[in-house]
């Protein structure tokens, strides 16, 4: 098993995203460390997982069986799935925790079998399936652990794998918060003829899906167990990834080393100590502010538009909402 993925595929979601460049600073690397450069023990502080979580188990023992395995005191997942639900559980380690809440809105995906209760004509299902694109108005289920009130929900994609009988496959992408059981249940209301959902996996959650390190708990159990006994890390370092990867989803802007040391203490970033940035975002959008070695510093809101950008050269770029970095991993000056 070998590792294949590059520091910058890590921070971004496409390689081929289009960075502004507005400076040509480099790195000094005598402080920090490019993420893929981390120790194990590091990884374990600030790493996150892309696990396959079975069926039978709440998202929140899997997360003990984490803990348990890696010996944590700490570790959490974003984006609960009922007991019977599997797929795609993001699970951050220790203090990479403090970005769950980044993927939390992000979008998700699934596959789901949707029983039908009466026999109908595959024409009128692929009809009213099309009716279930945009935005709809959803009601949370009984079973929920939010108030049960009219919200907006927005379906990307949805998608009919295969119809047998009254079974009905399909694929939907749809932004965060929205209920597959009661997508199941609507679309059987529309159709006249009621459905419920039989089977549900989650194939995406925002940046992590079933092509990127998806991993069991025994895959992880088994890695960690031949890292202590063979010292070999590798199997362990395709599992746990650096936690950069859980904010791919997020707009980016690095920093010159000049300018780390007081993103960690808080203070906001103005534009002249940005050195690049990725071109789409916008104003109150939550980014990830990075180093040139690509290590995730903190998480700020953006305080300027692209076209404001463009014509200044002062001004604060974002504001800093929670620091990752801890204070003293870069010098509080440009050293000569």
Not at 168 to 185: D, E, N
Request: charge should be positive; glycine fraction near 6%; aromatic fraction near 8%.
């Amino acid at each position: 098993m070998t590792i294949i993925f590059s520091p910058l595929k890590i921070v971004l979601d496409n390689e081929a995203d289009k960075i502004v460049e507005l400076s040509s600073d480099t790195t000094d690397f005598r402080w920090g460390k490019v993420p893929t450069d981390r120790t194990i023990e590091e990884l374990l502080q600030y790493g996150i997982m892309n696990l396959d979580k079975p069926p039978r188990p709440t998202s929140h023992e899997v997360v003990s069986y984490v803990k348990k395995i890696l010996d944590l005191s700490r570790a959490g997942h974003s984006g609960t799935l009922d007991p019977h639900v599997t797929g795609v559980l993001p699970i951050a380690l220790s203090k990479a925790t403090r970005i769950l809440d980044t993927l939390l809105l992000a979008g998700k995906e699934y596959v789901c079998n949707m029983r039908l209760h009466k026999d109908v004509e595959e024409e009128r299902i692929r009809g009213i399936m099309k009716e279930y694109l945009g935005e709809i108005y959803q009601r949370p289920p009984l079973r929920s652990s939010v108030k049960r009130v009219l919200r907006i929900r927005k379906i990307y994609e949805n998608e009919i794998i295969q119809i047998k009988e009254r079974e009905v496959l399909f694929r939907v992408s749809c932004q965060a918060g929205t209920y597959i059981r009661k997508y199941c249940h609507d679309i059987g209301q529309s159709l006249s003829c009621g459905a419920h959902m039989k089977e549900l996996r989650r194939i995406r959650s925002g940046p992590f899906s079933e092509e990127d390190y998806l991993s069991t708990l025994q895959d992880l159990f088994d890695a960690y167990m031949w890292f202590l006994e063979e010292k070999d890390e590798i199997p362990l370092r395709n599992i746990i990834l650096p936690m950069e990867w859980g904010v791919k989803h997020l707009p980016k802007i690095f920093v010159k080393d000049s300018t780390v040391d007081s993103l960690c203490h808080g203070a906001p970033l103005a534009l002249p100590g940005v050195s690049k940035y990725t071109e789409k975002f916008n104003k109150g959008e939550l980014a990830g502010i990075f180093s040139l070695k690509h290590e995730l510093i903190a998480l700020g809101e953006i305080q300027l538009t692209q076209e404001s950008i463009q014509n200044s050269k002062h001004g604060i770029f974002a504001s800093v909402k929670r620091v990752l970095m801890p204070i003293g991993t870069y010098p509080t000056s440009k050293p000569k």
